[in-house]
């Protein structure tokens, strides 16, 4: 893997780690459950699993700098709704996505997000733009 991935995933890992530790402290019960590049990448698991008042989000995180669109590949979103559908009723899927300080983290359900014809699932900056803010997420669990 070449110098600038390394540092991509890097980054990507800290992001992650940076948005378990809000979602604690904002009160919900946080996990994250890391597979990529894993041996367990063909596991079923999300990469942040965050629960309170009964209300289970299951997310997957994607950070972008230099491009205004992400993309979810087709297997990512098959892990999500086969977690989400085994953690029963409560449980609900977000795309995380993170472009840069002005915007922050967002949050886009999972049944709001564009299919491409392939299955994948794209966001573009704008759709993250008018999607959920940490506070309205915190907001469901009320």
């Not at 904002?26 to 459950?33: D, E, H, Y």
């Not at 965050?50 to 209300?55: C, F, V, Y």
């Not at 999500?80 to 922050?104: H, M, P, Q, T």
Request: charged content about 35%; hydrophobic content about 40%.
């Amino acid at each position: 893997m070449d110098i600038e991935k390394r540092k991509n995933r890097i980054r990507g890992f800290q992001k992650e780690r940076d948005l378990v530790r809000k979602l604690w402290e904002m009160g919900f019960a946080t996990i994250r459950a890391p597979a990529s590049g894993a041996k367990a990448k063909k596991t079923y698991q999300p990469d942040i699993i965050a629960a309170k008042n009964n209300r289970i989000f299951v997310i997957e995180v994607k950070t972008r700098r230099a491009t205004d669109t992400v993309y979810v590949d087709s297997f990512q979103v098959s892990k999500l709704k086969e977690w989400s559908s085994r953690a029963g009723s409560n449980a609900r899927c977000f795309i995380a996505v993170y472009f840069d300080r002005k915007i922050g983290w967002k949050f886009v359900p999972l049944e709001k997000a564009e299919v491409t014809k392939d299955g994948n699932i794209k966001v573009t900056k704008d759709l993250a733009s008018n999607s959920l803010s940490l506070d309205d997420l915190n907001n469901l669990t009320k």
